[in-house]
């Protein structure tokens, strides 16, 4: 039982340059999280998930996009990146109340 | 949307001390945990406890649910009890069980 994965742990961008966040769970778990962690800040939610299908925004979803295929699998895209997204991008899921989370990737955009 | 206050924002603690670590909200919650983020960026759940006391070893929680507040209380600290305590709820009036975070307070426990 992994928990929740996330790949990959580091990426390093250039301005402009997209890629895709890989979130996976093998809890059966419903919902499903993207955050960022900036430093000094706690977590802020981008978008989640309530089911295979099924996505919405969170408090900042500006520059990201997402896709539940499939129950166990989360995707964060971000189709230009801006030195802005650097941050810590953290993955979660939960059936209802408490949610585990990721170990994290750490994304640079230069 | 829903406020979460931590204090301290930062600590410092000799090894073998006792600390008490506080969460304010602003609204009814129907969640509330208690995290940890080690030295090395992971987050490790503490407590689930949106009202009541939780204990676990040299841990425990009390939400007071009433009152808006949360308290950690960690004791006879440990160097590896460094990192930093995030408190997160979800609204009673929210959807998706999404959790808002406070800021955090990051504690450092020196021999």
């Known amino acids: 039982n992994a928990g929740v994965t996330q790949t990959p742990k580091f990426r390093v961008l250039k301005t402009g340059q997209s890629m895709t966040l890989l979130c996976a769970q093998d809890?059966?778990?419903?919902?499903m999280y993207w955050y960022r962690q900036d430093p000094g800040m706690g977590l802020r939610l981008i978008h989640y998930?309530?089911?295979?299908?099924?996505?919405a925004k969170g408090e900042v979803p500006d520059g990201y996009n997402v896709s539940r295929l499939k129950k166990q699998n989360f995707l964060l895209g971000l189709e230009s990146a801006a030195p802005s997204q650097t941050s810590v991008y953290f993955c979660?899921?939960?059936?209802?109340?408490?949610?585990?989370f990721g170990p994290g990737t750490r994304l640079t955009v230069l | 949307g829903i406020q979460v206050e931590q204090s301290p924002p930062d600590l410092i603690l000799q090894e073998g001390a006792n600390s008490t670590l506080r969460c304010n909200f602003s609204?009814?919650?129907?969640?509330l945990q208690w995290f940890h983020q080690n030295p090395w960026g992971q987050l490790i759940n503490l407590f689930y406890?949106?009202?009541g006391t939780k204990q676990n070893g040299r841990l425990s929680a009390t939400t007071v649910a009433t009152e808006r507040y949360s308290l950690l209380y960690i004791s006879s600290s440990q160097t590896t009890d460094s990192g930093v305590y995030f408190c997160?709820?979800?609204?009673?009036?929210?959807?998706?069980?999404?959790?808002?975070f406070g800021t955090g307070t990051r504690l450092q426990v020196t021999l």
């Open positions: 979660a899921s939960t059936s209802y109340n408490e949610q585990f």
């Open positions: 406890i949106p009202s």
């Open positions: 809890m059966n778990h419903e919902y």
């Open positions: 609204d009814s919650v129907n969640n």
């Open positions: 997160a709820v979800e609204p009673t009036a929210g959807t998706a069980s999404k959790l808002t």
């Open positions: 998930s309530v089911g295979e299908g099924t996505t």
